[in-house]
């Protein structure tokens, strides 16, 4: 199982990025997706997951309505679009797999494989 995630970099605020987390050694029916962040000095943070059986999708609430979560299933994918950026959203996202519960990832906790991490900043 390997996840590879990518997208990150510097944008002023409102800016938007598109992160990609593309995976192999499994398909995404079979584990769950999440988005988690980690800020400088703070724990890592559940951002988005989407559900491995059924799509559905679950944001934290400060990301709500900017940010969004979604999979092509083609090419083994799972993209979190992130619009109207904050200078709190800077932070090292990285994405994860994992049975989760009942299909999702709500917590690091649950996590049973990470992709390496690509930098946020946002910032003027």
């Known amino acids: 199982v390997q996840l590879q995630a990518s997208g990150g970099g510097w944008v002023q605020p409102g800016g938007s990025l598109r992160l990609s987390c593309a995976a192999s050694?499994?398909?995404?029916?079979?584990?769950?997706i999440g988005w988690f962040r980690q800020a400088p000095g703070k724990e890592r943070e559940w951002v988005s997951c989407?559900?491995?059986?059924?799509?559905?999708?679950y944001y934290v609430d400060s990301v709500k309505g900017r940010f969004t979560i979604s999979r092509d299933v083609a090419k083994n994918t799972v993209y979190l679009q992130m619009n109207s950026l904050k200078a709190e959203d800077t932070a090292v996202y990285y994405c994860?797999?994992?049975?989760?519960?009942?299909?999702?990832?709500?917590?690091?906790?649950?996590?049973?494989?990470w992709g390496q991490g690509t930098q946020v900043t946002v910032s003027s």
């Open positions: 050694g499994f398909t995404l029916d079979y584990y769950a």
């Open positions: 994860g797999a994992g049975l989760g519960m009942a299909g999702l990832l709500l917590h690091p906790s649950m996590v049973g494989y």
């Open positions: 989407i559900s491995s059986s059924d799509g559905s999708t």
